[in-house]
């Protein structure tokens, strides 16, 4: 072999390494979009972003926390059990599995706190209904502003919910249980609106 072919050698299998060590960056891009739609449609945990922007930019800085911060050290590992792989192409095996293993964690997560975000939205769902029936019923003044109700959930299965009327100084405010078949609902004798309910520290 004279030395062209020795060198062409060599560089046909530098490509080969590159070629095969390049999966980092579209699988980053790939599971960062796949991401940001998960975290929107099955949070995985309380207070998670539930819009795929804010889905995407927390993606974004996980997975590039995982590359930039873990995946050296795990391609220092990998290295140490093969060898014949190059660093670079050591540190892009483990930086991509690591975002894999990221996703699959978010995935996983999700699916498991499902059950919480199903039960909230029908809790939610309930006290809704409950606030349009008692305004309805029994104070049809309030009817207009069914459409622009605010609650807050101040406690586990339990909401203030108020309706604006005419004074916008004085809202009808509505304590609203969902534990219970059908919702139990009583009225609050502060009529302040929950922005300012929620200034003065909640019960008072």
């Known amino acids: 072999m004279d030395r062209s072919e020795g060198v062409e050698s060599l560089w046909r299998a530098r490509l ?3 070629m095969r060590g390049a999966w980092l960056w579209p699988t980053f891009l790939a599971l ?6 998960l975290l929107d449609a099955l949070p995985p945990y309380e207070g998670a972003p539930r819009n795929v ?3 995407l930019l927390l993606a974004g800085f996980a997975n590039l926390f995982c590359i930039a911060a873990l995946s050296p050290l795990a391609g220092r590992w990998l290295r140490r059990r093969r060898p014949d792989l190059p660093r670079p192409v050591a540190d892009n095996y483990a930086g991509t599995a690591l975002v894999c293993a990221l996703a699959a964690t978010v995935l996983a997560a999700g699916l498991a706190h499902r059950p919480a975000v199903v039960a909230e939205a029908a809790d939610r769902r309930a006290q809704m209904a409950a606030v349009h029936d008692y ?4 104070e049809p003044a309030y009817r207009a502003g069914l459409a622009r109700v605010d609650s807050i959930q101040i406690d586990a299965e339990l909401y203030r919910s108020c309706v604006p009327g005419p004074d916008p100084k004085r809202w009808l405010c509505l304590f609203v249980e969902t534990d219970q078949q059908p919702a139990g609902i009583r009225l609050d004798s502060d009529m302040v609106s929950n922005a300012m309910y929620r200034a003065g520290g909640g019960f008072r």
């Not at 960062?32 to 739609?37: K, P, Q, R, Y």
């Not at 305004?135 to 029994?138: I, K």
């Open 32 to 37: 960062t979009l796949v991401e940001g739609f």
């Open 16 to 18: 080969r390494w590159r």
């Open 53 to 55: 922007l804010a889905g």
């Open 135 to 138: 305004v309805v019923s029994q």
